[in-house]
């Protein structure tokens, strides 16, 4: 199960971090990632990192947001700072527990584990 937090409201240039707790596994996954969904819009992928450590960023949030776990306490968090109103959106994390499956980290049809989002909105 994974449980998204942190999401609110936030103004123009402000920062917010957003955790995801992942519980009820041994193994951690493979790959996790972010994602997010404005309005009207299709989920789109914004930051992932794979277990040994390479992160994956879309360019509209490289060099504002910051993908990072802890392995220990089983959370994915994302730093976001500078943030726009374009960034306002429902966010959610995502997990894969096979090795080798994500070929595309940023693409939302490669993770098959879902919270249920957190609402940011960025005024």
């Known amino acids: 199960q994974l449980v998204e937090s942190g999401g609110g409201p936030v103004q123009t240039g402000g920062s917010l971090r957003l955790s995801c707790k992942a519980t009820?596994?041994?193994?951690?996954?493979?790959?996790m990632g972010w994602f997010r969904q404005a309005q009207g819009k299709e989920r789109e992928g914004i930051a992932a990192?794979?277990?040994?450590?390479?992160?994956r960023y879309s360019d509209p949030v490289k060099g504002r947001f910051t993908i990072s776990r802890n392995y220990y306490e089983k959370t994915l968090y994302l730093q976001m700072d500078n943030l726009k109103p374009e960034d306002t959106a429902m966010y959610y994390c995502?997990?894969?527990?096979?090795?080798?499956?994500?070929?595309?980290?940023?693409?939302?049809?490669?993770?098959?584990?879902w919270g249920q989002g957190t609402q940011v909105t960025v005024s």
């Open positions: 995502a997990a894969e527990w096979i090795q080798g499956a994500v070929k595309s980290p940023l693409s939302a049809y490669e993770y098959n584990y």
């Open positions: 009820g596994y041994t193994v951690s996954p493979w790959y």
């Open positions: 990192l794979r277990r040994d450590g390479p992160t």
